[in-house]
């Protein structure tokens, strides 16, 4: 039996990890889930390391690890399979916990040649809506992770465990609240951009979907989605457990655990062979382009070119582009609202919005969206555009904007628009603000 922790070095390419168990085992891997660290995990290690090599993980920020914010699942997917090739660990199973569930079904579908086998523990195809983890980042930003953190029992654990256990409601607490801010809502951007649900019956390994019975926040209902659309997945419900089923019922969640990958793991080993070229990781580069043929050279004595253009009409469509950024920062409640009261007299105007300010200008990379909120609530209020302030006021505060940035926008504004402009748009922002960063309660 052996025991090694590691803060990785290469805080862009790996993750914070813990391993115990015989090295010579199989590994098994083990997902933590947002705002906790890998010592979720430790009422399991006595009953998996008689089997299995186990490799936990932090997310960036959390228990110490390095503060690189990871905003999207992938990035996660693509950090733990970069520390996994630093161990030298080819093929392992996987168990995850909400975010860390996200990562293992991002696992099956992204890198199934490594996966042998996968557990899902209060998971979901899709993480409640977009607008609700944006809006948490939101109140985040502008408040800190205390008030999260003094929820988060509440969230975690059934009122009766809470109760009895006052040591590990309190451990719960100091645990979100040392985590890095930044990389906290980088991981609720990941989770509010996550979806599979289109793709579940892609995910092809044996998988164990794991829920608490009364997890209020991924209930049963979703694990009953996961079972629904993953061809080879079974439901285990865990009684008197919440979100945190691992740290409220470790008994059962072992044995869950060691009867599902001890079943499936030499099956699926022996079914699917590894590959004898290891394809390459998610993560690394794509190999160049081939260079292209070097246009002939003209024979009617004209003066050669460059590649001319593509004609504006062979051009892709910027709809969908600019549907999806001006639901990301506008939210989907708002553009559901607007497209659902267009009729045949605004249907186009929705339709020009969509394409040209959001498909043409929100999308190009020239500025960052922090910076085009700044823009747009100066342009707003130079025009006295005080409905649309509002609505890009959260935007701001959704695309990173701190109340402090905003009030410095607006001050600004003072000076070059006028005091009277900026002081109805102090008026509508600040009421915006005090919404928008209400503390949940």
């Given at each position: 039996m052996w025991e090694r922790e590691r803060v990785s070095e290469s805080t862009?390419?790996?993750?914070?990890?813990?391993?115990?168990?015989?090295?010579?085992?199989?590994?098994?891997?083990?997902?933590?889930?947002?705002?906790?660290?890998?010592?979720?995990?430790?009422?399991?290690?006595?009953?998996?390391?008689?089997?299995?090599?186990?490799?936990?993980?932090?997310?960036?920020?959390?228990?110490?690890?390095?503060?690189?914010?990871?905003?999207?699942?992938?990035?996660?997917?693509?950090?733990?399979?970069?520390?996994?090739?630093?161990?030298?660990?080819?093929?392992?199973?996987?168990?995850?916990?909400?975010?860390?569930?996200?990562?293992?079904?991002d696992l099956a579908l992204r890198a199934p040649h490594r996966l042998a086998s996968l557990a899902l523990i209060a998971a979901s195809p899709r993480f409640g809506t977009a607008d609700e983890f944006r809006q948490r980042g939101v109140v985040v930003r502008a408040n800190g992770l205390d008030p999260v953190a003094r929820s988060a029992p509440e969230r975690w654990f059934t009122p009766g465990f809470a109760a009895a256990q006052p040591a590990i409601v309190d451990w719960a607490v100091q645990m979100v609240r040392a985590t890095d801010t930044g990389c906290y809502i980088a991981a609720c951007e990941a989770l509010a951009a996550f979806d599979i649900r289109a793709d579940l019956g892609r995910v092809g390994v044996p998988t164990l979907v794991l829920v608490g019975s009364d997890d209020r926040v991924t209930g049963p209902a979703e694990a009953r989605t996961l079972v629904a659309g993953i061809p080879d997945a079974r439901l285990a419900v865990v009684?008197?457990?919440?979100?945190?089923?691992?740290?409220?019922?470790?008994?059962?969640?072992?044995?869950?655990?060691?009867?599902?990958?001890?079943?499936?793991?030499?099956?699926?080993?022996?079914?699917?062979?590894?590959?004898?070229?290891?394809?390459?990781?998610?993560?690394?580069?794509?190999?160049a382009p081939a260079t292209a043929p070097a246009p002939a050279a003209p024979t009617d004595g004209a003066t050669p070119t460059t590649a001319a253009q593509p004609p504006a009409a062979q051009r892709p469509d910027p709809y969908e582009a600019g549907l999806k950024v001006r639901r990301e920062v506008l939210g989907d409640a708002h553009v559901d609202r607007a497209l659902a009261a267009a009729d045949d007299f605004t249907g186009d105007f929705q339709d020009l919005v969509t394409r040209y300010a959001w498909g043409e200008i929100w999308t190009r990379e020239g500025l960052d969206r922090r910076t085009r909120s700044c823009v747009t609530l100066a342009a707003l209020v130079a025009r006295g555009h005080l409905d649309e302030l509002a609505f890009h006021t959260r935007a701001a505060l959704r695309n990173g904007l701190t109340p402090t940035e905003i009030r410095e926008v607006l001050l600004q504004t003072a000076v070059y628009c006028g005091v009277p402009a900026a002081n109805a748009a102090f008026r509508v922002a600040a009421a915006v603000i005090r919404e928008e960063t209400k503390p949940e309660t």
């Open positions: 862009t390419n790996s993750l914070q990890y813990r391993c115990d168990g015989p090295e010579d085992a199989p590994v098994l891997v083990l997902g933590p889930s947002l705002g906790t660290t890998w010592h979720m995990w430790d009422r399991q290690i006595p009953g998996l390391t008689p089997r299995w090599r186990v490799v936990r993980f932090d997310l960036p920020g959390h228990g110490g690890a390095p503060a690189e914010p990871a905003s999207s699942v992938a990035a996660l997917t693509d950090r733990l399979l970069a520390t996994l090739d630093g161990l030298g660990v080819h093929r392992f199973g996987y168990a995850g916990t909400a975010l860390g569930g996200a990562v293992g079904a009684p008197g457990a919440s979100h945190l089923a691992p740290v409220e019922q470790p008994a059962a969640v072992t044995d869950l655990l060691v009867r599902h990958f001890s079943t499936a793991w030499q099956d699926t080993l022996a079914a699917i062979p590894v590959p004898p070229q290891t394809p390459p990781p998610p993560y690394a580069t794509a190999p």
